[in-house]
């Protein structure tokens, strides 16, 4: 075979990789089976058959020529098919939460050292260096190639498993072809690698470093900016609205009264009382991310409403999004003429973790305790009651809500918040006499309907949890009639309709299940015997 025919080809034009696999092909056609040197083959195409490479074979090799009629298939059987293996996706790293677009970077693994044999070494001398500063003429190739099948020429088994260790280190970025002796060489550490790939992705990783400042944000959480109205609101019309909405809050009809209060505050978009109503509204309604919304609004028309820092808080803790709700607290004190003195001027509150806070707002809260011991401030013990709600010290809660209601009896909210702390407690019997307490005070107080439903469950009770759940839904249901088209509206809790569908799962009443789905609120009422 003529050596100029081997190192002459032209094959996916200067790149030193095809011209070698050129090579490795054509000799290993021409030689015999060697039993040892297949063996050590294989075993170097299943040690990398699953490590991804730092670069793509595949389309330089399509461009290799096609082995000549007169090779046989035992022959060319000797050499896998490189561009299966080398041909690798890279691999993603990217967070996880349901929610943003991934990241993609490249995942660097080292590959693993070829396998060595007990024969002497060929005098072959290698240069390495980093594979991406591979810069190489077509007279380096040959020389290069030529020296290889020169030392095959002395030794088949020798070159062969010389060569694989050869090909296994250009793939591995080691070792570079075309440098002379008098070109600069240089060694990179998988440090320097590393560095280098960092610096070049800077700006992916200063993205990835925002992820957490956006799982953080009200938005990632559900909250809108701006509060969302329901469509064909007939009270729009009605100058009134804000004063029937009171008188619906009154009656017990809660889903009537938000109707009536979103129309007030389009009527009148200034009004903090009309947004601090809806607010705490929407909150009975079992509607949370919608108070949030408009209870922020009425803060900012009127940061001196005092009941909207509670009752914003209470939202902000049932949405799991504590920081939110400290930070509610905090501005509460600030706001208090009582207590605005004692907030420290000196601590940067958005500099301190989520623990630091916690520790942070409590002993604040404590602190205003302390300064009127003979006297009960209720809205300084409801405070203090959800920040041990949030770190699950629910008897201290318990203690909090109970002192508070000492002087604010009548208060369906405190009722309400003190029943939900008994039932996170393991207290479920005390907590149901909680929330029938509040429904005393307030029948239509969904919410609290809602939590007896929760707490039946807990219980074991799964038929009249169903019944709380039907008569949350019912009530809900009674807003249609303030809509032009009720048959398309639905004013009702999705968060209500599926809790009532795994009820009827528990009961094993899957025909009702059904009917859940559909959301057929007639049967549902005919089956559990509603009025």
């Keep these: 075979m003529s050596i100029n025919k081997l190192v002459g080809v032209d ?132 020389t290069k190639a030529q020296e290889y099948v020169n030392t095959m020429k002395d030794d088949d088994e020798l070159a062969y498993n010389q060569f694989m260790s050869f090909m296994k280190k250009i793939s591995a970025g080691e070792m570079n072809l075309g440098a002379s002796e008098q070109t600069d060489e240089r060694k990179m550490s998988r440090e320097d690698i590393l560095d280098e790939m960092i610096d070049k992705y800077k700006d992916e990783w200063d993205k990835l470093s925002d992820v957490t400042n956006y799982w953080d944000t009200e938005a990632a959480n559900g909250i809108a900016k701006e509060y969302s109205f329901t469509e064909g609101n007939v009270m729009l019309e009605n100058k009134s609205a804000l004063d029937i909405g009171k008188e619906k809050l009154k009656m017990g009809d809660i889903p009537g009264a938000v109707l009536c209060f979103e129309a007030a505050v389009q009527q009148q978009p200034d009004s903090a009382e009309a947004w601090f109503l809806l607010g705490t509204t929407q909150a009975e309604n079992e509607q949370d991310p919608l108070a949030i919304t408009a209870l922020k609004k009425s803060l900012q028309i009127n940061p001196t409403q005092l009941e909207g820092y509670i009752t914003l808080a209470a939202a902000y803790t049932n949405e799991n999004m504590p920081k939110y709700a400290f930070m509610t607290l905090l501005d509460w004190l600030k706001a208090s003429p009582k207590y605005s003195d004692m907030f420290p001027q000196d601590i940067d509150i958005k500099q ?17 305790v302390q300064l009127n011991l003979n006297q009960i401030d209720p809205d300084v013990q409801n405070a203090l009651g959800v920040v041990f709600n949030i770190s699950h010290e629910y008897d201290k809660a318990v203690d909090c809500f109970k002192t508070a209601l000492m002087v604010a009896t009548d208060n369906a909210k405190l009722w309400n918040r003190l029943g939900a702390t008994l039932a996170n407690s393991d207290k479920s019997e005390e907590a149901v006499d909680a929330y029938h307490k509040a429904l005393h005070l307030e029948p239509g107080f969904i919410r609290a309907r809602y939590n007896v439903g929760i707490t039946c469950m807990n219980l074991g009770a799964h038929r009249q949890a169903a019944e709380h759940f039907l008569v949350a839904l ?44 559909d959301r057929n609120l007639s049967e549902l009422n005919k089956f559990f015997e509603i009025e």
């Design 11 to 142: 094959c996916g034009g200067n790149n030193p990789l095809v011209q070698l696999s050129n090579i490795v092909r054509r000799d290993a056609a021409l030689q015999q089976p060697h039993t040892q040197s297949d063996r050590f083959v294989q075993e170097f195409m299943a040690q990398n058959s699953q490590i991804p490479q730092t670069f793509n074979m595949n389309k330089l090799l399509n461009n290799l020529p096609k082995e000549s009629p007169q090779i046989s298939s035992a022959s060319t059987s000797r050499v896998p098919d490189v561009a299966m293996h080398m041909n690798r996706p890279w691999a993603a790293a990217g967070p996880s939460s349901s929610f943003m677009p991934h990241t993609m970077m490249p995942n660097f693994q080292m590959m693993q050292q070829p396998m060595l044999t007990s024969r002497p070494m060929s005098n072959v001398q290698i240069q390495y260096v980093n594979e991406s500063d591979i810069e190489m003429t077509n007279n380096d190739v040959k």
């Design 474 to 517: 019912n009530q809900q249901h009674k807003a249609k009639s303030l809509f032009p088209d009720s048959s398309n509206t639905d004013t009702s809790s999705s968060t209500i309709w599926t809790t009532l569908r795994m009820v009827c799962s528990f009961m094993g009443e899957h025909d009702v299940a059904k009917l859940v789905d």
């Design 352 to 368: 301190l973790g989520i623990k630091e806070l916690e520790d942070h707002v409590k002993s604040l809260y404590l602190k205003a």
